[in-house]
């Protein structure tokens, strides 16, 4: 048992009787909290009409170490957090079949990649201007390339919308590039310390740093050839009869479909970290399998699964507020504002110039909403940036900048978002879309 400055008491292991039960008590308080306190802040959100990921944040906000500091356990409501992740790439994926990726495969992989490269361009160049060493400039760059998925999956969640002859549905262009950049994240916490040897290295050994990075990127593709072979097989010989069997067994229980459902999604999750994939990316493939059964099981895996990702979403929204500290924003709004508002127009940017490259002439519309759902930023750069943070690669100051970047953009998100639905979308797909 530890026990701190104010008497909190943690337990580290448990005693030798096996048979006495031991409950983390704080743990129990804390999502307790979190879940009284979302309650107002969404309610408030709704009501002044911005959506209720930004009341669970504030929740966030209020309970986290810059607010109460009443949250004991952050860990642990991290960890429990991620399931919302998971969940909630799962039921996109459920929305997202293997016909409409195959469609967009290009694009989803051209796309990110044009993004990335010119993000480190623009980053070294503007890193050159301002005397920032190379490394911390790509690093940066990388972080600032990725967006939300769990952001725009939530703005793209239950709106249906069929293909028109010779176009392509929007979604399934900026979920297909959301997913390639997800595999990208692995891919840079995988290769940035190699990166930085490679930086402090002789130059004999710079060579053996680049092989070595080769190697590793064709690792990584090697492990997405596995993976999608294994889809491959799944959707021709098992989903169908595994999806059958629970739908038999589950009639009059639930129960059963929700664990049937849940289990695969986590088989799924466990073989792309065994194949060095990212987790979420196995959510995401897991709900695109069931989906190949058609529209009437999608429907019924739907209502199952979503109270439990919207619960959990609560939990995942509330532990990003954790990382917000309100007084670095308001000493330093002027500049975080400009800084955010920067890099929202250079990504839209951006990513119009590259999707207007990449798209087929009779889909150009679309490339002003898909570029207003990359706009953002990930908050995936929280947890590159504790990493670079703890190696040495950045300041705490740049950390705090790039956390308050991240948050402000993720607010302007829903506005831009709304803006280009309102402008590019016809009026029959608005009323969903929105």
């Known amino acids: 048992?530890?026990?701190?400055?104010?008497?909190?008491?943690?337990?580290?292991?448990?005693?030798?009787?096996?048979?006495?039960?031991?409950?983390?008590?704080?743990?129990?308080?804390?999502?307790?909290?979190?879940?009284?306190?979302?309650?107002?802040?969404?309610?408030?959100?709704?009501?002044?009409?911005?959506?209720?990921?930004?009341?669970?944040?504030?929740?966030?906000?209020?309970?986290?170490?810059?607010?109460?500091n009443s949250i004991k356990s952050i860990v642990q409501v991290e960890t429990l957090g991620?399931?919302?992740?998971?969940?909630?790439?799962?039921?996109?994926?459920l929305e997202f079949s293997p016909e409409r990726l195959r469609k967009v495969w290009k694009i989803s992989l051209q796309g990110p990649c044009y993004m990335t490269v010119l993000m480190i361009a623009f980053g070294l160049l503007w890193g050159h201007l301002l005397q920032i060493r190379p490394t911390q400039s790509v690093f940066i760059s990388t972080c600032l390339s990725l967006s939300s998925t769990p952001l725009v999956s939530r703005f793209l969640a239950g709106s249906v919308r069929g293909d028109k002859e010779g176009d392509i549905d929007y979604s399934s262009v900026l979920l297909g590039m959301l997913v390639m950049q997800d595999v990208q994240l692995g891919l840079f916490i995988a290769v940035m310390p190699t990166l930085i040897?490679?930086?402090?290295?002789?130059?004999?050994?710079?060579?053996?740093?680049?092989?070595?990075?080769?190697?590793?990127?064709?690792?990584?593709?090697?492990?997405?050839?596995?993976?999608?072979?294994?889809?491959?097989?799944?959707?021709?010989?098992?989903?169908?009869?595994?999806?059958?069997?629970?739908?038999?067994?589950?009639?009059?229980?639930?129960?059963?479909?929700?664990?049937?459902?849940?289990?695969?999604t986590f088989f799924m999750l466990t073989i792309t970290e065994l194949l060095d994939v990212s987790m979420e990316l196995g959510c995401f493939l897991a709900g695109a399998l069931i989906s190949s059964q058609g529209h009437m099981v999608t429907e019924e895996i739907m209502c199952c699964i979503e109270p439990i990702r919207d619960f959990l979403a609560i939990i995942f929204f509330a532990s990003i507020g954790l990382h917000v500290f309100p007084t670095f924003v308001i000493y330093e709004l002027t500049v975080l504002l400009f800084l955010t508002l920067s890099v929202v127009i250079m990504k839209f940017v951006l990513a119009v110039l590259v999707l207007s490259l990449i798209l087929p002439k009779t889909s150009q519309y679309i490339k002003w909403i898909v570029s207003a759902g990359l706009a953002q930023v990930s908050e995936f750069s929280f947890v590159l940036g504790s990493r670079a943070r703890r190696a040495g690669i950045i300041s705490r100051e740049v950390y705090l900048l790039i956390l308050s970047v991240t948050t402000l953009s993720l607010l302007l998100a829903p506005a831009l978002w709304r803006a280009a639905i309102m402008k590019c979308v016809p009026r029959p797909e608005r009323r969903s879309s929105t």
Not at 82 to 93: A, C, K, M, N, Y
Not at 201 to 208: A, E
Request: hydrophobic share 45%.
């Open 82 to 93: 991620e399931f919302g992740v998971f969940f909630t790439l799962f039921l996109v994926g």
């Open 197 to 264: 040897q490679a930086g402090v290295s002789t130059y004999s050994s710079i060579f053996k740093e680049i092989l070595r990075i080769l190697i590793l990127i064709g690792q990584i593709l090697f492990s997405l050839a596995a993976v999608f072979l294994l889809c491959l097989v799944i959707k021709t010989y098992l989903i169908g009869p595994y999806y059958r069997k629970l739908h038999t067994e589950s009639k009059g229980n639930k129960e059963i479909l929700i664990l049937g459902i849940t289990a695969f």
């Open 1 to 68: 048992m530890l026990i701190d400055s104010q008497n909190n008491q943690y337990i580290l292991t448990k005693p030798r009787d096996s048979t006495i039960p031991r409950a983390d008590h704080h743990f129990i308080k804390d999502i307790v909290t979190i879940g009284m306190l979302s309650l107002p802040c969404g309610w408030l959100c709704t009501t002044i009409g911005l959506p209720t990921m930004f009341g669970y944040i504030i929740c966030g906000v209020l309970l986290g170490p810059s607010g109460l």
